[in-house]
């Protein structure tokens, strides 16, 4: 149905800057809700941010004023655009995508392999 892949992790020092992308493919009727979740070792995987198809946006409190969330939807894409970054960011982000095959379908979630940010210190 849809497929996303992620990209624009890596490794950045304490302050620094990254931009995830997430690009969905496939064959889906629509996209509803797109977002952010991630996991770091030990942890129980957490909701970063979303967006809905339009335009709202939910943040979590760790990141507010330091991550925004945006979407393309004529490229079916999201992004994260992560600023002032922290070690306690360093986690595996997941891309998430609420989708439907068809009208009168019932939305089915969908996810990324994930990527890996690290941030030091």
């Known amino acids: 149905q849809v497929q996303l892949v992620e990209s624009g992790g890596g490794l950045v020092q304490a302050g620094g800057s990254l931009r995830l992308s997430c690009a969905a493919s496939g064959t889906f009727f629509r996209i509803n809700t797109m977002g952010w979740y991630r996991q770091a070792p030990g942890k129980q995987r957490e909701l970063v941010a979303a967006?809905?198809?339009?335009?709202?946006?939910n943040y979590a409190d760790s990141v507010k004023g330091r991550f925004t969330i945006s979407r393309d939807n004529a490229k079916n894409t999201v992004y994260l655009q992560m600023i002032s970054l922290k070690p306690e960011d360093t986690a595996v982000y997941y891309c998430?995508?609420?989708?439907?095959?068809?009208?009168?379908?019932?939305?089915?979630?969908?996810w990324g392999q994930g990527i890996q940010v690290t941030v030091s210190s």
């Open positions: 998430n995508a609420d989708a439907k095959s068809g009208l009168l379908k019932a939305p089915f979630s969908h």
């Open positions: 967006i809905t198809s339009g335009g709202s946006t």
